[in-house]
């Protein structure tokens, strides 16, 4: 039986003798290759794994085996592997990310991406909750259990550098790895939300995700607005009419049926409880004074991002700054498209029909492409174990105080849907930090401390519990 004060206070302990190496790594900006095409020059996300892989390589953890795998050309991987500690012949694979999202404007005076500042109990910086914190909370668990003598099962970790740029590389280390990895009956992905700090979260589905550019081209070059329009159609036009055949401007609805498919009767009654619990789904984001929420409802709004396909329009070319906009008829439109998926959704089968419908008989024979397309399955959760369940609830009431709750993401993990087909078998534990206004991927980006030393102390309790069942 596992002594919850005994435990929590290692985990707290854990978190402020490993603050200094987690500053450190706050401060590399090793942004996703996404967003660092240079990533192998500029050297920051080799920085950043040689820099964990110290901080592994000194836990006091018997059976521990960790290494650096780089192949080829690819980001590098953290690999860890951890003996059982038990009678337990079974295998637990934690996972989580260490690259970065871009550093992003509109950080608050005092705040910026690469420079962390504690404010109360909350550390701001780009990847501290996005996904920093997982390599030091996987680590720690098991150090924690290992220092109070408890058991755990064979322990893999993983930690990779591209989650932020779709995972490119991810399912290849996998299949490369399989016979070291083994065949695995719990997963944790600790790269995930929490609809307040108040209890254990639990996401139970995760959207999928299609993306690409759309670019639109009608003249070799711009030409003076005055004599151009009248005579060739505006591309933004264009643009706008091809996404209209994809997107409902007035409503936001999806019109393609391979991202409508039915969404299952049980999911709309576990969106009303988190919706209840969760309260006032409109403040999650920063709303302008006066703006309106897409629905009153609560439930409807967990629903819509978590249940529902949406498009946003997430970047643009061809455009000059308004400052140095003349009076120019622009030759060619670019949009970054990029489409949610629901959790039970065909990534391959909405790729294919998004690109037939924005291609087929463009407006004015413009010159239309769709390109750097990507794509990622959606992921529903297995139901839970009469032992995962007795587990996730004790701990967190325990740790937390309140009942653990479940609720869907409207983001995408791609790892998930990839081990979810490959372990039918095994039982899932996704969860994380990024609480209300923790603000991933945005400007303000925090780590609630308090919160984590919870997670970090309730982790452990799981993987003592997951080895005595």
Known sequence: MINTKQNLKLASDGWDSAMPTFLKYLKIPNKSPAFDKDWRKTGHIDEAARLLLTWVKARKIKGLKSEVIRIGGRTP???VEVLASGTSKETVLL??????????TGWLPGLSAWKPVFRGDKLYARGAADDGYSTFAALMAIENLQAQGLPHARIVVLIEAGEESGSPDLEFYVKKLAKRI????LVVCLDSGAGDYKRLWLTNSLRGLVG???????LKEGVHSGVGTGVAASSFRVA???????EDEKTGAIKLKSFNPQIPACVKKEVERSAKIIGDIKGKLPFLSGVEALSKSAADLLLGSTWEPTL???????????ADAGNVLRKETVFKLSLRLLPNGDSAKAKAELKKVLL??????????FEDIESADGWSAPVLAPWLASSVKKVSRDYFGGDFAQMGEGGSIPFMAMLGKKFPKAQFVVTGVLGPDSNAHGPNEFLHIPFVKKLTAGLSEILANHASK
């Open 95 to 104: 996972y989580g990310h260490m690259d970065k999202q871009p550093e992003c």
């Open 240 to 246: 706008r009419m091809l996404i209209s055949r994809i």
């Open 77 to 79: 991987l953290i690999y």
């Open 360 to 369: 087929a008989n463009p407006p004015y024979k413009a010159k239309v492409s």
């Open 312 to 322: 946003a329009v997430t970047g643009a070319e061809g455009f000059p700054v308004v």
């Open 182 to 185: 083994g065949t695995l009956s």
């Open 212 to 218: 690409g550019t759309l670019r639109v081209s009608l």
